[in-house]
Nanobody, 123 residues
Framework: QVQLAESGGGLVQPGGSLRLSCAASGTFPSDSAMAWYRQAPGQSRREWVATIRSDGIIQYGTAVKGRFTIFKDNANKEVYLQMRNLVPEDTAVYYC????????????????WGKGTLVTVSS
């Protein structure tokens, strides 16, 4: 069973920076992708923030592109999200995600989630 533990959330002023960390434990394929999502207060849907694939391909959501950076430490199974120039609209619970496709005749996408860490951007 894969477990993900996020950390690094907190209160930050607009224009500030914050780095989130996600430590993964358990076994999952080396070709898994790792990602960050967020869910703003009062919203029922989680918004995709960024993904880093095992081949190094990185993608960002439109709202964070140019301000956030995702990177990982494969040896320690950790993924990070460096956030800069934060704005109040970035306030949300941030979730770490690991996902991969099963190597079966009919591949299924398997994903695991952390419990989230709250980021509040306010003066």
């Amino acid at each position: 069973q894969v477990q993900l533990a996020e950390s690094g959330g907190g209160l930050v002023q607009p224009g500030g920076s914050l780095r989130l960390s996600c430590a993964a434990s358990g076994t999952f394929p080396s070709d898994s992708a790792m990602a960050w999502y967020r869910q703003a207060p009062g919203q029922s849907r989680r918004e995709w923030v960024a993904t880093i694939r095992s081949d190094g391909i990185i993608q960002y959501g439109t709202a964070v592109k140019g301000r956030f950076t995702i990177f990982k430490d494969n040896a320690n199974k950790e993924v990070y999200l460096q956030m800069r120039n934060l704005v109040p609209e970035d306030t949300a619970v941030y979730y770490c995600n690991v996902n991969f496709w099963t190597r079966t005749v009919n591949p299924r996408n398997i994903e695991f989630w952390g419990k989230g860490t709250l980021v509040t951007v306010s003066s």
